[in-house]
């Protein structure tokens, strides 16, 4: 039944504070407080309302973001107050001088007061509120004229289309920065791979790209985020006395403040600041590219004034930047374990994320053809935190007459053989199998690895070293090794041979699943190779098996199952594992015995931090049990481990009923389990 027009009137005032409050919630707080279910319920009602009644719509209603149609182009704004830029420091001593001109300058040696702020790696922008309404969002442009971007803005949900209470100023303009968080940008190249478009470098450049949109029903669909650290025009309002008090004025207005913000006094601190967040830099959910250190009281700021286009009581201290440019030199092609030929760039040497970087892999011939790379191209190379380095882009303009196209070779750069490249798969591979130089070493790396025999003392340099002097050809002939053959090895002492020969000796002493992994098939991992020893129970079993049995294993597919089989089957492979045997390696038969599966049937899920072990440690122990140990919380979970930190799962959990234990029950647990 349609209600009359005064019920709606109030209704509809209802429903746009509500929803209001749930997208300030969501938005601005980051703490949900509703399931977006009941968002949605209430967005779909206020809709239905503003239809029945048109005169109740209005611009501000939180109906109203995506307007309807592409605009022609951007029309230009004028800032009233320029948007400035920032100075820049580089090291603790350019922070300090900043504090000593600051000083001089106010002829004092009081301890100053900064307000700090992560610098975002975004686009800077204006947002205009008349009488609380948004008026008008602009880009920075050159500082004096930006563009008019307000129908994109307006689709940003952490924007407020109108400011919260009542007690904001008749005339508000601030500033802040709209960056995609990385979650965002994540999600917007894997689709765009999907379509087969070309991704996009980094998240600034993905924010740029989606505010420039004239469409702002595309700008709706990207994940953006608007945090202010500033205000421009401020009308009919007296502002506060300090910078951090206007920042919380402005949240509590709606609008978004980044968490980190801090007050500190001193260069002193700012430098322990600038340390603490370049340790979290890499856990944040968006870039950042520096810390910003602003005099926090406004009266102060007033004093200092600025300098051109910066002010003087502000500074960006920037981190060691996380993209370069540099040359490609040359591709080298790397042969791996699994015969994998893969092209590596060799770079003019660079730093960069706070590194030299002379190698990066560009992984298969789809990425360089992605790229469009050529040698002696001049590249963007970038690496953030721990991530191995990247090249993300080719600047075309500036290839060189004699750049060089870059062509997968016909034959093994190592051994010769044909280099073959099957249907459907990216990576090309040496057809050479052990009979190639480069595939036998890493086949022995990998068998000494920490996760296979453990062989302590055995670097990769040695391997290469041993294959290289013809002392070993398989794994099996490291355990022949003497101390006259590796006494005259480079870099070889007395006491290391020795240790080497000992670790040797005690690593013959291994687990079935060690040994398998240590083989090196293709696709068989340590899970796997876990779960084949667990089904299989001797090796021999194993071997005799075919594909239709491999298959009744947990995690075995078809592909791996294939793989599995043929590597059993080969007269080379076979002579390996039988020389390895022969020469010692050994393991304790795995017990068919069911007690010592308490938890054969069982789910377990291991979610959040384990302060005690690692969550794989926690995994493997729980199979050892007999559970089986799942990435995910069903209604079939027996148990959910619930370590610090734990989020969603342990909602899902708790709302399904399933047993949470804290990491101190579950260790409790273990030990009883495993005790029996
Ligand atoms: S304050 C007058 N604070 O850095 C002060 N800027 O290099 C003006 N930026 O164009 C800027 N995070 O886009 C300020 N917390 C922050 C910032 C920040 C990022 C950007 C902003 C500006 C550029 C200056």
Not at 165 to 191: S, T
Not at 212 to 237: H, S
Not at 414 to 440: D, P
């Amino acid at each position: 039944m349609k209600p009359d027009l005064s019920s709606a009137r109030v209704e509809v005032a209802r429903l746009r504070d509500q929803l209001n409050d749930f997208n300030y919630q969501y938005y601005v707080l980051d703490d949900p407080c509703v399931p977006d279910a009941e968002y949605d319920r209430q967005l779909r009602s206020l809709q239905q309302l503003e239809r029945e009644y048109p005169e109740l719509l209005s611009n501000d209603s939180p109906t109203q973001r995506v307007g309807g149609q592409p605009l022609e182009g951007f029309t230009q704004v004028t800032h009233e107050v320029p948007m400035l830029s920032l100075d820049n420091a580089f090291s603790a001593d350019e922070l300090l001088a900043f504090e000593k001109r600051l000083q001089d300058r106010l002829n004092s040696k009081i301890t100053l007061e900064f307000a700090c702020e992560p610098k975002l790696d975004g686009i800077a922008v204006s947002l205009l509120y008349d009488n609380g309404v948004l008026v008008r969002g602009a880009t920075r442009g050159d500082g004096s004229t930006g563009e008019n971007i307000t129908a994109n803005v307006r689709t940003i949900p952490s924007i407020p289309l109108h400011l919260r209470g009542e007690n904001y100023p008749p005339i508000l303009e601030v500033r802040g920065e709209i960056y995609m968080p990385r979650a965002g940008f994540e999600r917007l190249n894997e689709q765009a791979r999907a379509r087969q478009e070309k991704p996009f470098v980094n998240p600034r450049n993905a924010a740029a790209g989606s505010l420039r949109q004239l469409d702002p029903r595309i700008t709706a669909t990207r994940l953006l985020q608007m945090c202010c650290y500033n205000v421009g025009r401020v009308e009919g309002y007296n502002l506060p006395d300090t910078h951090s008090e206007v920042l919380q004025l402005l949240n509590a207005w709606g609008l978004r403040i980044n968490a980190e913000m801090d007050v500190v006094q001193g260069a002193s601190q700012c430098q322990q600041y600038y340390e603490n967040l370049s340790e979290k830099r890499d856990s944040l959910a968006y870039d950042i590219d520096g810390i910003v250190f602003k005099i926090n009281r406004l009266a102060l700021q007033q004093r200092l004034g600025f300098v051109s286009r910066a002010p003087r009581w502000a500074i960006a201290y920037k981190f060691p930047a996380q993209e370069e440019i540099t040359r490609l030199l040359d591709v080298e092609f790397q042969v791996g374990r699994t015969g994998a030929v893969t092209p590596v760039a060799r770079l003019q040497p660079v730093f960069v994320g706070g590194v030299t970087v002379s190698n990066a892999t560009l992984h298969n011939m789809d990425e360089v053809e992605r790229l469009g790379i050529m040698v002696g191209d001049s590249v963007v190379i970038r690496r953030a935190g721990d991530v191995i380095p990247q090249i993300v882009k080719v600047i075309e303009n500036r290839r060189p007459d004699d750049a060089q196209t870059i062509e997968l070779p016909i034959e093994c750069p190592v051994c010769g053989s044909e280099v073959e490249r099957e249907e459907g798969e990216a990576a090309a591979r040496c057809s050479g199998g052990l009979y190639c130089q480069a595939q036998r070493k890493e086949a022995i790396k990998h068998f000494s690895s920490r996760k296979a025999l453990d062989i302590d003392g055995l670097g990769d340099k040695l391997v290469e070293q041993l294959v290289d002097e013809n002392l070993i050809h398989h794994a099996a002939d490291l355990f022949n090794l003497t101390l006259d053959q590796l006494l005259p090895l480079e870099r070889m002492g007395k006491k290391s041979a020795e240790n080497l020969l000992e670790s040797l000796a005690s690593s013959r002493e291994t687990t079935l699943p060690r040994f398998l992994y240590g083989l090196g098939i293709r696709e068989v991992g340590e899970a796997t190779a876990l779960s084949l020893a667990r089904y299989f129970k001797t090796l021999d079993a194993l071997m005799a098996a075919n594909e239709e049995q491999l298959l009744e294993v947990d995690d075995v597919g078809p592909i791996v199952a294939h793989h599995i089989h043929r590597f059993v089957r080969q007269p080379h492979n076979i002579e390996v594992i039988n020389s390895l045997q022969e020469r010692g390696v050994c393991w304790p038969d795995l017990q068919v015995d069911a007690g010592t599966r308490p938890l054969e049937g069982q789910i377990w899920v291991l979610t959040g931090t384990l302060h005690t072990m690692g969550r794989s440690e926690g995994k493997s122990r729980l199979q050892e049990l007999g559970a089986k140990v799942a990435g995910s919380v069903s209604a079939k979970t027996t148990t959910l481990v619930a370590g610090e930190k734990s989020g969603s799962k342990l909602n899902k959990a708790e709302d399904l009923g399933i047993r949470v234990l804290n990491e101190e029950e579950f260790i409790v647990q273990l030990f009883k389990l495993e005790s029996n």
